[in-house]
């Protein structure tokens, strides 16, 4: 390499990075930062008071049995957005 152009490369890697300094050394907006604690909703564990498993079945048996518990989690888990018109979609 002749040194004329190596002397070339370098003023202008050095020009290159001082315009570069001139640009990051403006000072950066201050921006405002939140703490929000994840334990602020905790709850303790506290222990369930247990009924005897015949008392159980007997209020599951009021209720309908477990065709009620299927029925809601199937709608919970059903969005609530309108029929689709694709072809099979009435095939579900």
């Not at 059903?78 to 579900?92: F, K, V």
């Amino acid at each position: 390499m002749k040194p004329s152009i190596s002397l070339f490369f370098i003023s202008f890697l050095l020009t290159t990075a001082a315009a570069q300094s001139d640009e990051s050394s403006a000072p950066a907006p201050m921006t405002r930062l939140e703490y929000h604690s994840v334990l602020v909703q905790y709850q303790p564990y506290r222990e369930q008071v247990l009924i005897p498993w015949r008392e159980s079945n007997d209020t599951v048996a009021k209720i309908g049995g477990w065709r009620v518990y299927a029925k809601e989690a199937r709608q919970a888990s059903e969005p609530q957005a309108q029929p689709d018109a694709r072809h099979g979609a009435a095939h579900e």
